[in-house]
């Protein structure tokens, strides 16, 4: 999640009707149907809907202060990669200009920006799929891993810059997350790595990221794309099952064990491998609660917006889940 002084210096400037000025301003690189824009959400990244010849696209931007644009640059060649080996993606498209990802200075700072197709179909709630649905989802992660398993291009982070990340940003007086911290580097140094078991993962395979069109679910959101053991990616898929609490991992789960036959249709997985979803489970705990801890900056009551107090006391509810995690 992004610093919430920036969420909220952005989000001020969506009017009631849900458009926004500098939204606007950033799709003037896009061909796009003017005055089209729609904000949706704020969390990660910004997202509106906006139309083209009728047509519905999505506008993503961060502040530059947040991402990089080779970072992003490198999420596109990834999502192009998977598109060209028939992986069922919303896929990029470019600017007026050719590129990919615009970076664009404005009066409220530079914004990098990219805008993706939207995918045809629904998005179904953790609650609401089926046991079927459960194994297309496990089928459609693992032929993305075959897909991974043969890409090889830099530009993503490793597991290892997401701990060093996590170190650098927890403080000395954090010390539940940082002996988690101390426990985990260890037993994740010791593990294996070959084409079979590790590549680049998606990092956020909920539900929330999958549009069925019928049985099939076509795939998005790919900006935390990260270069892991495979397995990683199926714990932090299921962690909303299994409430971010690695103490309740069910490997006998009837849905999970539905999810698990529809990733070996694609391809193989051992019970060793997946009996390291708790390891992974906690490391994505630990990586979560360093970004909550960088998100919580200092707001300006006197410009605060009403939500803005509603979102840092839920936000400080979840780290505080999370050191408990931490501590038991």
Known sequence: MMKLRIMQEVVATVNDQW???????????????????????????FIFFFKKSGRDYILRFNHASERTPDAIQAEIDYVNDLAARGIRVAKPIQSISGNYVESIATTRGVFHTVVFEMLRGKQVDLDELTPEQFVCWGQALGELHNASAQYAKPGRPTWEDHLTLVSEILPAEEKAA????????????????????????????????????????????????????FVADIAFAWRDLFEDSAAKVDLQNESLLHFVEGYRRARPINPKELKLIPLFLRMHNLITFARLYRTMTPVNPAGELPWMAGLRSKLAAKMQFYRDEFSA
């Open 178 to 229: 940082r002996q988690a911290l101390d426990e985990l580097k260890p037993q994740l140094s010791h593990l294996a790595i070959d084409q079979q078991n590790f590549g680049l993962i998606h990092f956020d395979f909920e539900p929330d990221n999958l549009i069925w069109d019928g049985q099939q679910p076509g795939l998005i959101d790919f900006d935390d794309s990260a270069w892991y053991w």
């Open 19 to 45: 458009e926004s000025p500098l939204a606007d301003e950033l799709l003037l690189h896009w061909e796009h149907d003017a005055g089209s824009a729609r904000y949706w959400r704020a969390s990660a990244n």
